[in-house]
């Protein structure tokens, strides 16, 4: 059981490039989301998803893109890569919203550096 | 809006030592607590929950309250050991809400031997 695989595992980007994390999940679970993680300010949410063609926007969306095309997928698109996007980077899949389902399951994380 | 505040670390232990880690909370409904554990290079993996007041969530060796009236849901563990180590997340979710868990900026636990 794979549950949330991530990709990929390390990167490094110039400023200015884009680039594109993908994660996937094969729990059949409807929620997704994209968080980043960054010293001292725990996890921030970047966009989620409640289902396939359903998107919206987290606590710091600016810079970045996402689209969830089916239910399994769901890639975070950076679009003009920036040093403040140095951060790792964490996928995340529950079955639903709110209470106890919203347990989720973590990737292992994309360590991003922007030079 | 919701937010969770937990107590700055690092925390370093000596192995058997007892643990508390706090945390409280702010939250407009009626929230679930999690306490989520952060291993060296990995993801966040849960480690216990609790969906309503005065529920106990406990997992390997680890406890934590739900406690509305303080809105608390500090961790605990008797007995620490050196494989504890690793950073700590205290989270809700709001059932109103769609968008997941507000996690705080958690607590990086070392244990010596």
């Known amino acids: 059981n794979a549950g949330v695989t991530q990709t990929p595992k390390f990167q490094v980007l110039k400023t200015g490039q884009s680039m594109t994390l993908q994660c996937a999940q094969d729990m059949n679970h409807e929620y997704m989301s994209w968080y980043r993680q960054d010293p001292g300010m725990g996890l921030r949410l970047i966009h989620y998803s409640v289902g396939a063609g359903i998107t919206d926007q987290g606590e710091v969306p600016n810079g970045y893109n996402v689209s969830r095309s089916t239910t399994e997928d769901f890639p975070l698109r950076l679009l003009s890569a920036a040093p403040s996007q140095t951060s790792v980077y964490f996928c995340a899949s529950s079955y639903g919203a709110g209470g106890i389902r919203t347990e989720a399951f973590f990737g292992q994380g994309t360590r991003l550096t922007v030079v | 809006g919701d937010s969770v505040t937990q107590m700055e670390g690092p925390v370093t232990l000596s192995e058997e030592a007892f643990l508390t880690i706090n945390c409280t909370y702010t939250?407009?409904?009626?929230?679930?607590l999690f306490w989520y554990v952060q291993y060296p290079g990995e993801g966040l993996q849960l480690l216990l929950k609790a969906t309503k007041a005065d529920d106990k969530g406990s997992n390997k060796g680890f406890e934590a309250t739900y406690r509305k009236e303080t809105t608390s849901f500090h961790l605990e563990k008797g007995s620490v050991q050196v494989s504890d180590s690793a950073v700590y997340f205290c989270?809700?979710?709001?059932?109103?809400?769609?968008?997941?868990?507000?996690f705080g900026s958690g607590t990086q636990l070392t244990v010596l031997p």
């Open positions: 939250a407009t409904g009626y929230p679930s």
């Open positions: 989270a809700l979710s709001d059932a109103g809400s769609a968008r997941q868990l507000t």
